[in-house]
């Protein structure tokens, strides 16, 4: 039906819909009572600053409410018609868009994928914390060598981290996206961070990459944990 893709492709149907899952997103986040773990993990990252924040494909949409007052932060976000509205919502958050996609074998390629690269290192080098999905499109839960990468190339820490929410929705798709539901209990884990050598050979590179895999299901798999388990949060961080 082409007038649907008419509809979602113009600019105005983007801008509401970027409006609506932003304002959706901050009534998911003011009504879950969240236990953040480890204790300490922001005066950790403002030592860190700045630095790489990696979640997975499907269960980010909570991820731009870590950001505090004041921290400054850009997301990469597909060139995808959708990648548009998660723009949209993002900036409305408080947080800028890099446009850009990722590919297994590569890093960054197409799609604007080296642009976004050089975007980042320059958004971290300006003092921005910068967010991305480590898993590239159509390959979930399986990290791709650009953000180890970035990490090596820019000399920042990849902080791997995690958000789950008690109720939700969890679509049969290839990211498993987790629609994240209003009033109910969360957990929010960030791993240890990860840093990778300038002078990291494929070697070195590969084993950061396996690395980061590692820690990130470490991290969602405590996240769930803590949404799912019977103990009362103990409040935000």
Same mark, same amino acid.
């Given at each position: *039906?082409?007038?649907?893709?008419?509809?979602?492709?113009?600019?105005?149907?983007?801008?509401?819909?970027? *409006?609506?899952?932003?304002?959706?997103?901050?009534?998911?986040?003011?009504?879950?009572?969240?236990?953040?773990?480890?204790?300490?993990?922001?005066?950790?990252?403002?030592?860190?600053?700045?630095?790489?924040?990696?979640?997975?494909?499907?269960?980010?949409?909570?991820?731009?409410?870590?950001?505090?007052?004041?921290?400054?932060?850009?997301?990469?976000?597909?060139?995808?018609?959708?990648?548009?509205?998660?723009?949209?919502?993002?900036?409305?958050?408080?947080?800028?868009?890099?446009?850009?996609?990722?590919?297994?074998?590569?890093?960054?390629?197409?799609?604007?994928?080296?642009?976004?690269?050089?975007? *980042?290192?320059?958004?971290?080098?300006?003092?921005?914390?910068?967010?991305?999905?480590?898993?590239?499109?159509?390959?979930?839960?399986?990290?791709?060598?650009?953000?180890?990468?970035?990490?090596?190339?820019?000399?920042?820490?990849?902080?791997?981290?995690?958000?789950?929410?008690?109720?939700?929705?969890?679509?049969?798709?290839?990211?498993?996206?987790?629609?994240?539901?209003?009033?109910?209990?969360?957990?929010?884990?960030?791993?240890?961070?990860?840093?990778?050598?300038?002078?990291?050979?494929?070697?070195?590179?590969?084993?950061?990459?396996?690395?980061?895999?590692?820690?990130?299901?470490?991290?969602?798999?405590?996240?769930?944990?803590?949404?799912?388990?019977?103990?009362?949060?103990?409040?935000?961080?």
């Amino acid at each position: *039906m082409p007038w649907v893709k008419r509809l979602v492709s113009s600019r105005p149907f983007q801008q509401t819909a970027g *409006m609506l899952t932003a304002e959706y997103l901050r009534l998911v986040w003011n009504t879950t009572r969240l236990v953040v773990e480890p204790d300490g993990i922001y005066e950790q990252v403002d030592r860190d600053a700045p630095v790489i924040i990696a979640f997975w494909h499907g269960q980010h949409f909570l991820a731009p409410f870590i950001r505090r007052d004041g921290d400054r932060a850009k997301v990469l976000v597909s060139r995808h018609r959708d990648g548009e509205i998660n723009a949209i919502a993002a900036e409305r958050l408080g947080v800028g868009a890099i446009r850009g996609s990722g590919h297994h074998g590569s890093g960054f390629v197409g799609k604007g994928g080296v642009n976004a690269f050089r975007e *980042m290192l320059n958004a971290l080098e300006a003092g921005y914390n910068v967010a991305l999905t480590a898993d590239i499109p159509k390959v979930a839960r399986v990290a791709g060598l650009g953000i180890v990468k970035l990490a090596s190339a820019s000399g920042r820490p990849i902080y791997p981290i995690a958000i789950a929410t008690r109720r939700r929705v969890e679509l049969k798709n290839w990211d498993r996206t987790t629609i994240n539901i209003p009033f109910g209990r969360g957990g929010g884990v960030a791993a240890e961070p990860l840093r990778v050598p300038a002078d990291a050979d494929e070697a070195a590179l590969e084993q950061a990459r396996r690395a980061l895999e590692i820690a990130l299901d470490a991290a969602t798999a405590r996240a769930y944990a803590i949404a799912d388990g019977p103990q009362e949060g103990r409040g935000r961080a």
